[in-house]
């Protein structure tokens, strides 16, 4: 009985050990039981995986690349960007990779000239002004991001002046307090038209890199909210007239001629919409505080440069810059310098004032001898560019106001009509 008993006691020790084994040895309990559970449940965990994955701005991207494909389509037409530009659009901006990284400012400015339709002689002139100049290195931040653009809309779609009332909501914003000056009205109107981007609902963070993700979605918002469409060029489509036109009429020299006029009313709208975003940035509703403000030389110089569509550094530096000490303008160097820089342009034929001319400013001011050139000032004067206070004087050695720069940049595109 003893001797069963050990035998028992070897055979189950050897089960032991073969046992111990084979788990070592890799060999696995079966799991078949469980492993329809386990695959049953799969689908689902992917599928939540890759919604989790998703960008905030994918659809708004998708559709987004949906009606601007006629410009940034692999076989768009569009010949107002070069082809390594929609290269790049395409395979960095609208990179999902790319999406959370800072745009380039050099890609902002693509985006922003050919979703809108910039015309191609303001072209250089406006991209210079509202993009590159707002610039942080090869970057832009969100606020003058935001300020640019509204600037460029605000020549077509968007109107430039809002009441405080109608700025009102964007006190949700609760960072606007942080925002500069220069640019806090632009971002409020922004916000109020409900063009930022579909992320900034409580926070606007103006001072951060403007992301690729919040370019697409804010420029997606301008084309939808203004329904901006794009024809097989990829040409922003113009929108027709209200009155119906005879397609049988053969075009003739009145058509011509009123077109002609048209085209240089809408050059001019520009020109002004330039001058006032210059001169008066950051005026709210109706608020006549910053007309009366003194422009400063910098302002002047610039509003200058894209009325007389001067491209000249030094011309304009000599007959702005160089004629004055301080950051304001006297009113009489201002009417010399801009009586100077129309010479340049042959708008003006260059010239001393005549005797007339002379007799006639003379007549006109009370303090007439006190300007810095009465010659010049005499031919302002006499082209109908300037005119004195009700008193009968001009004024001369008083600072010029932005009010009164934009009402000459009036007068200077009467003149060059």
Partial sequence: MKLLNIVIGIVLLISVFFSSFSAFAGETPDYSSTSSETKALEPALDAKALEKEKHWVYEELADFKQKIYPVFGPESKYDGISEEDKNSIREIVFNEDYLNQPIKVEHWAVLLDAVLGIPDEDREKLLRMYVYNLATEDEITREDAVGGMVKLLTMQYLKGDYSYEELEAAKDLKDLDTASDRQDTLVRIAYCAGLLDTKTTDYFRPRERLTAAEAISMLYRVVTKYGITYNDTGKVEVQKPDIPVDKDIQVNWVDVRIQQYRDKLQKNLVKLKTAESILLDGRIGNDDSLLSTAVTVEKWREALRYTLEIDDDDILD?????????????????????????????????????????LEAAAAFTDYNDAFDISKLAIAYSEGLIKGYPDRTFRPKQALTNGEALILMLNIMEKTE
């Fill in 318 to 358: 000599y007959y702005t810059i160089g004629l004055v000490e301080g950051n304001t303008v006297p009113r009489d160097i201002a009417a010399a310098g801009m009586v100077k820089l129309l010479h340049c342009t042959g708008a003006v034929k260059g010239r001393d004032a005549s005797e007339q001319e002379l």
